[in-house]
């Protein structure tokens, strides 16, 4: 049934974190959430059709400006459109090799000054198994400004009995003209700038699809240089691994969530055993030099989410599918749970190591915390909901429905500076969220 909400029963907790600062969550009913506060509600305040030739959108971005966006479309183009009307500002090809599956450009972010966006490019179009490496586009036309070497695996297991590094030109050569694949490749997953605009945050993942999930990487480079200043390998933490598996996990990771906290300077990672870690740059460096992922350090566990369902044995690994965290940098938000379908929404205050509030069962795949208040969240599947919900007050702002305000859960984006959301709604349409009333900050 399409755009239903997957909840078994009440989400019912409301939390203090202190007299001052207190985070409510609303009750979601089984037959639907709906707007109680009709004067603090959020609207759908404009509907565009951007000019884009009539493709369809495969990733859009605010452009930091707030007055334009940069789209990147299934058939491989990027534009820039204005949110005034929705005409193109430029529009540039990005080329591939066009996959099976839905694909196109992907829009990773935004610099802080506007002149630059990261996407990525491919070593060979016509090869569908060339590496995908991270670009940086200028804002102005399109056209890149930076590519980065591609990356190869540095996988390497005794235990699993798996080598992933590089073989040299004359083993690869042998390995391709015996019909083998690549298997060193990585594939760029995502990109944020950090450090205002100084570094670049990336996560790569293993070029084949299926069990080679569990090859991960986080690399932090030099925007200017683009040379690698951190680097660090996915693994297991040791009290959770099986080392007879790839990286010490039993479970894939089809999700590799993770946040940048500015104030700590540090890194937050959600991995396929339900656990979160932090990482620091002296922990990176160590992972790096360590050659064996049996040996590398994970980072330290912050939190571990547990499941409330009685029908799950181990409560403890629930995957973890997204982060956020609020701009102050004290507090995490976290979907986790299994792939049969129970998910949970979990609260953690980073300050008090205690956990704020679980949901029962609420189907997130996305989740955004654009100021300390307004939380926003989309669905896994593209048949769910998509919700702005108030933590201060409680209260539902928005919630989506299958007729005129429906808004996809996996594509939308907050407006940098004020109070707004940017979202893909039915019929390749773009329409823009905001409270009723004049435009605010976060």
């Known amino acids: 049934m399409r755009y239903t909400i997957l909840f078994l029963s009440y989400l019912l907790v409301s939390f203090g974190i202190s007299a001052q600062n207190s985070l409510k969550f ?7 959430a709906k707007i109680t506060n009709v004067q ?10 951007p000019k884009i030739d009539g493709q369809t959108i495969f990733s859009i971005r605010y452009h930091t400006d707030g007055m334009s966006a940069i789209i990147g479309t299934s058939d491989f183009y990027l534009y820039r459109i204005s949110l005034l009307d929705g005409s193109m500002i430029w529009k540039t090809e990005a080329k591939m090799m066009y996959q099976k599956e839905f694909d196109g450009p992907k829009i990773f972010d935004v610099s802080p000054d506007g002149k ?9 179009p016509n090869e569908q198994s060339s590496e995908r490496f991270l670009l940086i586009r200028s804002a102005e036309n399109g056209r890149i400004t930076k590519s980065f070497q591609p990356e190869f695996s540095t996988f390497y297991s005794i235990t699993a009995d798996i080598d992933y590094r590089f ?3 004359e083993s690869k050569q042998n390995r391709m003209e015996s019909g083998l694949a690549p298997n060193w490749i990585m594939t760029i997953d995502s990109a944020k700038f950090i ?5 670049i945050l990336a996560t790569y993942k293993h070029n084949m699809d299926g069990p080679h999930f569990y090859d991960r990487r986080i690399i932090i480079y030099d925007t200017s240089s683009g040379k690698t200043l951190h680097d660090f390998q996915l693994t297991a933490d040791p009290n959770s691994a099986d080392w007879s598996q790839p990286a010490g996990f039993e479970i894939a990771h089809h999700q590799f969530p993770y946040q940048y906290i500015e104030k700590r300077n540090s890194i937050l990672y959600g991995n396929a055993h339900g656990r979160v870690h932090e990482l620091n740059e002296a922990t990176m460096n160590q992972n790096s030099k360590i050659s064996l992922v049996e040996e590398k350090p994970a980072g330290p566990i912050i939190y571990i989410p547990r499941s409330d369902s009685e029908d799950i ?14 701009p102050d940098g004290n507090t995490l938000f976290c979907s986790a749970g299994v792939e049969s379908g129970y998910i949970q929404l979990y609260v953690f205050n ?16 996305e989740i955004l915390s654009p100021s300390s208040q307004i939380l926003v969240l989309g669905s896994f599947t593209s048949s769910g909901k998509f919700f702005i919900i108030d933590t201060k007050k409680g209260e539902f702002l928005f919630v989506s429905n299958d007729d005129e305000n429906y808004i996809h859960p996996n594509f939308f984006t907050t407006h940098p500076k004020l109070k707004e959301i940017l979202a893909l709604s039915t019929g390749n ?5 905001r409270p009723q009333g004049g435009s605010s900050p976060w």
């Open 429 to 433: 349409k773009i329409v823009i969220l």
């Open 195 to 199: 450090d205002q605009g100084k570094k």
């Open 40 to 49: 603090n509600s959020w609207q759908i305040q404009n509907t565009i059709t």
């Open 116 to 124: 630059t966006f990261l996407s990525f490019g491919q070593t060979d």
């Open 313 to 326: 044995e181990v409560k403890d690994r629930q995957t973890i599918r997204s982060l956020a965290v609020t």
């Open 26 to 32: 609303p009750t979601f009913p089984k037959e639907g």
């Open 350 to 365: 980073l300050s008090t190591k205690k956990e704020i509030f679980r949901s029962h069962m609420l189907d997130v795949g």
């Open 167 to 169: 073989p040299g030109e």
